[in-house]
């Protein structure tokens, strides 16, 4: 059993409610966390508190993969910059396939590669384009 621990960072509200509406479908949930870049907030206070996540799960001998949700922005920068002290790996653009395929595999896949191939792969599949013509099908 893989010792994995996961880490969603985003900005506002949404990574802390992405992740309590995964446990709505999955249930509660070992070793997940969220935090949230909040206006008016320090970048820097969320470095620190995302530092600390990453820094008690390795002490705990967990590794973490950290979701954030944009490339370039304040929490992907923000779990970049741990890198530089943590062995850690970062999946951007999160979205609630992509959440509830690391809930599902997180614990089980060995290989932290081929999960979060995995993941992506489900993430992207996730997104369908509707329209009218779907119904003429």
């Known amino acids: 059993m893989a010792n994995r ?5 985003t900005h506002g509200e949404f990574g802390i409610e992405l992740v309590k509406s995964a446990e709505m479908i999955m249930g509660p949930q070992e070793n997940v966390s969220a935090l949230a870049l909040r206006p008016g907030n320090s970048v820097d206070d969320l470095r620190a508190e995302a530092n600390e996540i990453v820094a008690k799960n390795a002490e705990n001998g967990l590794e973490t ?3 954030v949700d ?3 922005g304040s929490p992907s ?3 970049l910059s741990l890198l530089g ?3 850690l790996h970062i999946l951007t653009g999160v979205n609630m396939p992509m959440l509830i395929e690391m809930l599902t595999f997180y614990k089980t896949e060995e290989d932290t ?3 979060i191939e ?3 792969e489900t993430s ?3 997104i369908s384009h509707l329209d009218r013509s779907f119904f003429k099908k």
């Open 85 to 87: 002290k943590h062995d």
């Open 118 to 120: 995995t993941v992506k």
């Open 77 to 79: 920068n923000v779990a």
């Open 70 to 72: 944009l490339l370039g």
């Open 124 to 126: 992207s599949v996730g």
């Open 113 to 115: 590669k081929k999960l």
């Open 5 to 9: 621990a996961i880490l969603v960072i």
């Open 65 to 67: 993969v950290v979701l």
